[in-house]
């Protein structure tokens, strides 16, 4: 495979093939998944019309990844990417997101205007993680700084089936926007700071110069994204069935030092 690190830098991800480590992760924590999918407590958790499970923070894990006695710890040449290459060293693992998308994505939810609805099918809802939008004014600010995401599939979709998409070299856009628009600023009052136009403008830049990729790898494999890297999710095209089941790793490291968000 290609050099991950050189791929992330250029590319802004870089997935890592099946490995045994990963697959029984994937494996025992795809039932818990199925679980959660029908558990009352977490109900709250399905948009677009019941054709998303959000399923935010919602797997009961340890710093170690591990839910005890269901779910090991994380290991596999991904874990080993981010805690040598990436410099994070003994990371410790945030509530993973448990994913999952179902055929039909996206119908339109009662918390989707007709916008935001429109956006999901034509540009799969792309956004920069950890941009929260504040009532009342919908306006855009820095809320998380997270150092990578690590995404591990917890099964078989194909690239027609609700894909994870990232554009390529999307990151370096978005360093250079929120690099100007935060220069002069104390870090420490960077969560304060409306950067909604800055980011619409980087956003739309994005999507005149880079190349919008699915990855859809299967069990065992995995994959890291850079922090800054525009991604979404592509709507449901196949025939397929089986819902995409996908954990989502975000440790935020860089709280206490958000400059590191952009200049990792
Ligand atoms: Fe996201």
């Known amino acids: 495979m290609p050099d991950p690190l050189h791929q992330y830098r250029e ?15 994937a494996g025992a924590c795809a039932s818990v998944a199925r679980e959660m999918l029908v558990d009352p407590a977490l109900a709250q958790g399905y948009r677009c019309d019941g054709t998303w499970f959000a399923g935010v923070n919602a797997l ?46 996206p119908r ?17 809802a792309a956004h920069v993680d950890g941009l929260e ?42 360093r250079a926007a929120f690099a100007e628009a935060y220069a002069g600023h104390d870090p420490a009052d960077w969560f304060g700071i409306d950067i909604t136009d800055p980011y619409v403008a980087a956003r739309k830049r994005c999507f005149e110069v880079c190349e919008p990729v699915r990855i859809a790898p299967g069990m065992g494999a995995a994959y890291v994204m850079h922090p800054l890297a525009l991604h979404g999710v592509a709507p449901w095209e196949g025939a397929g069935m089986t819902p995409r089941m996908v954990a989502y790793f975000r440790p935020d490291a860089f709280a206490g030092d958000p400059a590191r968000w952009i200049t990792a």
């Open 11 to 25: 590319d802004g991800w870089t997935v890592f093939p099946p490995d045994p480590a990963v697959a029984a992760w």
């Open 60 to 105: 009961e894990n340890d710093a170690t990844g591990a839910v005890p006695g269901r779910v090991p710890p994380l290991s596999g040449a991904a874990v080993a990417f981010v805690r040598g290459a990436l410099g994070h060293g003994d990371v410790s693992w945030d509530r993973a997101q448990v994913s999952v998308v179902f055929p039909g994505y």
């Open 108 to 124: 339109h939810g009662a918390e989707d205007t007709e916008a935001s609805f429109r956006y999901r099918h034509t540009r799969c």
């Open 133 to 174: 939008r504040s009532m009342p004014d919908r306006r855009r600010r820095l809320s998380e700084t997270h150092s990578f995401l690590l995404g591990i599939p917890l099964g078989e979709a194909g690239e027609d089936e609700g894909a994870f998409v990232v554009w390529r070299g999307s990151h370096e856009i978005m």
